[in-house]
């Protein structure tokens, strides 16, 4: 049977498209005459679809003269700190999640224990959010609900923030580390950072995206040197650097504030006390893990708020595959 296209009746829906489009091929052409100077022969690092990425540079910066990292043989805690948070369900009114929370703590070269706080039930309403202590704007309030993702980040930074706001108020000295920025504007410390109780107290955050440690030269000259070295970025009320902390490991950028000590004595004191696996310190790989939920664990979680809160399943659907199928037709 021959295929035929069908004549549409007269309408002015294509000529209002081609406008859309013309507009677009202006903007483009704006893009390439105003980007093409700071894009033009510079290194990029291409997407690889959400996965963290980490750049290797083959150029030095012959200013960059890394400061060595040598070992402050005392022993002080590391409590690293990670969590994760996962959506269970949702009713017309909202949405529940869970979130876990752990810390990995080490003294003297490695981790000596960890602690795991958690899972704790998250409600998500127009009538706020209950579950932890949170307060928030109608604004606020308004992004958590329309969105899962902005939901679970926000709940995630306000657990991990309680865990580290409890850890600096120690009397004791402790080091205290975060997977992240403390600069980032949606972290966990976004707002006020936390005053420690003990003098020396520090927190720090270890950031892996690779837009934040995409300082060319410098990760060049680090990776290049021998031994645990940094290279300090901004000496501002949070001081940026970025630090390797074992030959052959990688390099990080790293955010410390609250530090009473000089830095290369704060960076001494945790390449004492933790241990560096390829430039990552262990109590914080391990908090990652313990902090992710499992398929088990998600299951196990639904069973629970079925029984008690006598909840009733709805049957689903996988909507985008059926809905979008695929381009051969199918479902």
Not at 14 to 32: F, K, M
Not at 67 to 73: L, Q, R, V
Not at 261 to 268: A, D, N, S, Y
Not at 300 to 329: D, E, M, W
């Amino acid at each position: 049977m021959a295929t035929t296209i069908r004549a549409l009746p007269e309408s002015d829906t294509i000529e209002l498209l081609d406008s859309v489009a013309q507009e677009l091929r202006q903007g483009y052409e704006e893009l390439a005459i105003s980007v093409e100077r700071e894009l033009s022969g510079r290194h990029f690092i291409f997407s690889r679809y959400g996965k963290e990425l980490y750049p290797y540079f083959e150029e030095v910066d012959a200013a960059v003269v890394p400061g060595c990292i040598f070992p402050i043989k005392e022993g002080r805690l590391v409590a690293s700190v990670d969590s994760s948070c996962v959506l269970v369900g949702e009713t017309s009114d909202g949405a529940l999640y869970a979130a876990r929370a752990a810390v990995g703590i080490s003294y003297e070269g490695m981790v000596r224990r960890f602690v795991r706080l958690g899972p704790v039930l998250v409600y998500v309403s127009r009538s706020g959010v209950t579950g932890i202590r949170a307060e928030v704007t109608s604004l606020e309030l308004d992004a958590l609900i329309s969105d899962h993702s902005v939901a679970e980040r926000a709940i995630r930074n306000k657990i991990e923030r309680r865990v580290m706001e409890s850890l600096l108020s120690s009397r004791k000295e402790v080091v205290v580390m975060a997977d992240g920025s403390l600069k980032h504007p949606f972290g966990q410390f976004s707002g006020s950072l936390p005053s420690p109780r003990a003098r020396n107290n520090c927190l720090i955050g270890f950031s892996k995206s690779s837009n934040l440690i995409l300082s060319e030269g410098a990760v060049g000259s680090l990776s290049r040197a021998r031994g645990a070295v940094y290279h300090v970025l901004d000496e501002g009320p949070v001081i940026t650097l970025l630090a390797k902390f074992c030959t052959d490991g990688l390099v990080f950028r790293l955010d410390l504030v609250n530090s009473k000590e000089e830095v290369r004595e704060m960076l001494g004191r945790v390449l004492w006390n933790d241990a560096f696996p390829a430039g990552y310190p262990e109590s914080l790989k391990l908090a990652h893990h313990l902090s992710v939920f499992t398929k088990a664990d998600g299951e196990a979680i639904k069973a629970l708020v079925t029984g008690r809160f006598r909840l009733r399943g709805v049957p689903t659907i996988t909507l985008r595959r059926i809905a979008l199928g695929g381009f051969n037709g199918g479902a």
